[in-house]
């Protein structure tokens, strides 16, 4: 048992407070079902960003992120920061789309695009496919991490912790609605950041560390500090750096990186005061989410590197851990150990925070599509508020349970990583393209989902072993876009009448303006990108590369502004 008395206290009050807000919040969030699953449309963009931004930082993310360093080095990063692309591009395009629809939840948008049996098909099939069987997936690994830490620290079985979290969770989304959650949100994401800035400080400070300096001249980190992946080795540049940058992108779905917009971003920007709101929390979230908060993540897993350069270094330093658990990921937790007494409490409850902030946000949008897109549109569309907050409640306790069941099943938060990529790969392309190509139909969209659930589960259990992670996703992209193409142009498309409804709602910006949003996320996603490396270079002690990074940054941010007042 490696909490204090004291530790213990810091993260029972967490708990308590949370539970608090919840309570507090539940006469107003159970007003009605918009009020439950949107916060009465009002939020304002920093309430909403700082919620993106905390949902995306789960329990999980630390240990990916560690995970990935320790294999593959900083570069490896490039999995996720790619996305960054896709995050401007809704930020700068989509999200004043989505504020002009009105929907509830971006599932029925299938209903306002498309026409006939197959929209209402895929309405229902696509609320219980992302609803249940995607969050409970996402949640269960992130309730994964939950479990990994447990052993590190707490030294209890896993089901009690969950159950705790659990707990938490449930009482705080059952009662605050989205309201409780973007609440919570804010002061956990602060909390958060906080647990993870003191967690890197004592990592680089550890004795066999013995300082930054001496972190990054230490052979361990050979070949592991590097922005972009060796490029005289195709082994390493072509799956790391060219694969996210050029396919993955704009060709995954991905939760929290949906091209175009979607799951929980989607329903913050359906979420806001206004267009502007909506626009703004994005960008807020994208510059957060990728120029903020990896560095702290990092410097742990380079920190671990040099103290836990092994599994088996690992599994002597944690003997009560369960063996089956140790893996990469777990390097994160295991330099937590290392943190004093007082601040061990405030770091395991940023974790918690990180925790409930993601399970909060999934169990609100997994309901919200059960109830809006399936029991409201199918089994009782004369529902009333009350009998759709109830369902919404009862719905989320069972998610809870699923996640928290299947969670003892995953292995590693990488693995998770990986497959739900693979579950998306080649349907990003038909997300960005379904506002403007009108000739896409709901046959496309059913297309898609099948054919990349099929290959992905192909390759995952009967695809050739000689093949790399990189190349069955690469393939599985021009499998499932090639398909939901030819099946486009075969198939009829939708209604013309549906289709000058849709055009009328979302009041589409002609090509120039499309245009100059592109541009405006390049700039921005540049921008982002040169504020990260010049955090790193600094970190690193290369002034004058920092220099040319922050350049690049103001630049193009300047540029970026202007170009985004005449969109």
Known sequence: MILSTLDLAIIAIVLILIVGVGIALRTKAAKDSESFFLG?????????????????????????????????????????????????????????????????????????????????????????????????????????????????????????????????????????????????????????????????????????????????????????????PDFGDPNQYVPLFLVPLLIQWWSAWYPGSEPGGGGYIAQRMLAAKDENHATGAAIFFNIAHYSLRPWPWILVALASLVVFPSFESIQVALPHVDPDLIDHDLAYPAMMTFLPKGLMGIAVASIFAAYISTMSTMLNLGSSYVVNDVYCRFVNQDASEKSKVKVARIITAVLMIAAALLALILQSATQAFHLLLAVGAGTGLLFFLRWFWLRINAWSEISAMVLSLLVAFYFEFFGPESMETWQKFALGVFITTFGWIIVTMLTKPTEASKLEEFKASIATANTQSLRRGVFAAVLASLAVYGVLFATGSVLYAQYSFAALYGGVAIICGLLCKKIYQSV
Do not use: C, Q
Request: aromatic residues 14%; without cysteine; proline residues 3%.
């Open 40 to 228: 009465g449309r009002n939020m304002p963009w920093w309430l909403l960003g700082t919620s993106m931004v905390a949902t995306t930082f789960a329990a999980d993310t630390p240990n990916l992120v560690t995970g990935l360093v320790r294999e593959n080095g900083v570069a490896g990063n490039w999995g996720w920061w790619a996305f960054l692309i896709t995050g401007m591009l809704t930020a700068f395009i989509y999200a004043k789309l989505w504020r002009r629809m009105g929907v509830v939840t971006d599932i029925e948008f299938y209903e306002k695009r498309y026409s006939g049996k197959p929209a209402a098909f895929l309405r229902g099939f696509r609320a219980v496919y992302i609803g249940i069987f995607f969050n409970v997936m996402v949640m269960a690994n992130v309730t994964l991490a939950l479990i990994k830490y447990s052993n590190v620290l707490f030294g209890v079985p896993a089901e009690v912790i969950v159950l705790i979290a659990g707990l938490v969770v449930v009482i705080l989304s059952l009662s605050g609605g989205l309201l409780g959650v973007l609440v919570t949100d804010f002061f956990l994401f602060i909390l958060s950041m906080v647990g993870a800035v003191a967690i890197a400080i004592y990592a680089v400070n550890h004795p066999d560390v013995g300082g930054l300096t001496a972190l990054m001249d230490s052979p361990a980190l050979e070949g592991k500090t590097s922005f972009v």
